[in-house]
């Protein structure tokens, strides 16, 4: 059976758009502003880590050059005050120092810093030197003898930098040893100072130079960076509302070729939709025209003709042409809402699959006694839950049984039967009938739209079987067409219609219920 074996399903449902009003839609949608610049978010994570850390970075210049102008006087002071200690001599059991006038100003000699040194004998005695120099700490036990050591201290207000060392005399003459001995140089810090100033203005000075280069090279790498997306920008502004062709991903950086691809994909997606409401409308409009034709013609033979017999013929030939015409715009109706449905405006429900079939049944009676068809229900002994949408799969089961109602011949019968396939936990829907079947080659066509098997007599528009498999679509569903295995007619081998959906497993508490 061809595809004109669908129902024509009087539900009401919206047209599906014109491409034009699509494009138009597209076009005229105002952009959304942008809350953030890619460009600004890129520069912010680049600069505000670079500006922070800049300070930072001074600070650790001026510690590093501190401690590297300590060494040089450092080493200066280590070397004045063993020079110092070697002039302390051990004469008649005293210290006493041979540093002469011209070693002392020698010593004191710097033109920056102030030096001050001093000797002390064991006791603490003062044999030369500052005697206001502060002592060093006595907090080692065993202090390491004629190691010179250093120490920050304070001298008259001033911060100096002390080197120092204890030493052991010994007696030439009678071999004994006296008490260790104190030597102390210390100077202020004025010439390290000075040192570090001017390591600190070498290294930071050039960096006044180097950061806005720096910033401007980031700035300018930035937009050249991002230039490939303001060209991609243009080339799509600079295109026709009607031009859906892929987009030339080859000029564009590796990490934009997906966002390309994935535009050309949508694209593609779109332009394969517009293209099949084209076809649809085209294919309504040829449609449309025979059942058009027909009441433009009986309507001015009826204004044309006298004879009440001749007049009261053509009303019916309009009747049913106007009728054939309400089928089609409810179909078309129909399938265009089952092509616009989606799970977010309408949501899937649980339901009873027996229960929903056997109420679509109760509506087509009727009309198989006015074909003399015996139409009969066939459910199992248990509930068989699904998820779906209750009025799609109504529209569904309709359009199946009106097919079956159209195609079979006065006398003969049509099934719909409900079962359940535990172990695959599916739920299958049948529709079978006694008429004059389909071929096996047609069967892949039968669900195009407009599709109508050549030869066929019965009336319909072709879209009742693109209507189920779009409905079926929605629910995960699938649809087979088999032979009836119930006829034995070589003419009239019958049709199964088969609708297998994923079954749900019923709550508990229904189960306890029932």
Not at 182 to 207: F, S
Not at 388 to 397: F, K, S
Not at 450 to 471: D, H, K, N, Q, T
Request: with cysteine.
């Amino acid at each position: 059976m061809s595809d004109a074996r669908h129902p024509d399903p009087g539900a009401q449902a919206p047209s599906a758009p014109h491409p034009a009003m699509l494009l138009e839609s597209v076009e005229t949608t105002p952009q959304e502003k942008m809350q953030r610049s890619l460009f600004g978010e890129i520069l912010d994570w680049m600069l505000v880590p670079l500006l922070l850390l800049w300070p930072l970075s001074i600070a650790i210049t001026y510690l590093v050059a501190k401690s590297i102008a300590n060494i040089p006087f450092d080493r200066a002071l280590d070397d004045r005050v063993t020079v110092l200690a070697q002039q302390v001599r051990q004469t008649d059991g005293k210290l006493v120092s041979r540093l002469s006038p011209a070693g002392r100003d020698i010593l004191r000699a710097d033109d920056v810093d102030n030096v001050y040194f001093q000797i002390l004998g064991p006791s603490g005695t003062l044999i030369e030197g500052d005697r206001d120099l502060p002592a060093p700490p006595r907090n080692d036990d065993k202090p390491h003898y004629g190691a010179v050591q250093f120490r920050n201290d304070v001298m008259r207000g001033n911060d100096v930098r002390v080197a120092w060392m204890r030493f052991d005399l010994h007696s030439s003459r009678t071999g004994s040893t006296a008490e260790p001995a104190l030597v102390q140089v210390g100077e202020t810090l004025d010439k390290r100072t000075q040192l570090a100033n001017e390591i600190i203005k070498g290294v930071i000075l050039p960096q006044f130079i180097i950061l806005p280069i720096a910033l401007a090279l980031v700035w300018f790498a930035l937009s050249r960076g991002l230039s490939p997306l303001a060209e991609l920008q243009g080339r799509i502004r600079a295109r026709r509302p009607d031009d859906l062709s892929p987009i030339d991903s080859s000029q564009v950086p590796e990490e934009i070729s997906p966002l390309v691809n994935s535009l050309n994909d949508m694209l593609e997606r779109l332009s394969q939709t517009i293209r099949m409401q084209k076809r649809f409308i085209a294919d309504a409009a040829h449609q449309m025209k025979t059942p058009l034709a027909g009441m433009r013609m009986q309507s001015e033979l009826a204004l044309r003709e006298t004879d009440r017999d001749e007049i009261h013929r053509s009303l019916e030939q309009l009747s049913k042409s106007s009728e054939s015409a309400t089928r089609l715009v409810n179909q078309l109706l129909a399938l265009a809402r089952a092509e616009n449905q989606t799970p977010e405006a309408q949501p899937l429900q649980l339901l009873e699959l027996s229960e929903l079939a056997r109420e679509v049944v109760q509506d087509w009676v009727q009309l198989s006694f006015s074909h003399r068809i015996d139409l009969g229900f066939e459910q199992p002994g248990h509930p068989v839950m699904v998820m779906g949408n209750p009025l799609m799969l109504r529209e569904m089961l309709g359009n199946l049984i009106d097919n079956a109602l159209h195609y079979t011949p006065a006398g003969g019968s049509v099934t719909v039967r409900v079962r359940a396939d535990a172990p695959a936990a599916r739920a299958i829907l049948e529709v079978e009938d006694t008429g004059p079947g389909i071929p096996a080659s047609e069967r892949p066509h039968v669900f195009e739209r407009f599709y109508r098997i050549l030869g066929s007599s019965a009336e319909g528009s072709g879209l009742g079987l693109a209507i189920v498999r779009e409905i079926a679509l929605q629910h995960g569903a699938e649809v087979e067409i088999v032979d009836n295995p119930n006829c034995h007619d070589p003419h009239l081998p019958g049709t199964v219609f088969r609708v297998t959906l994923p079954m749900q497993r019923r709550p508990r508490f229904i189960e306890d219920i029932g």
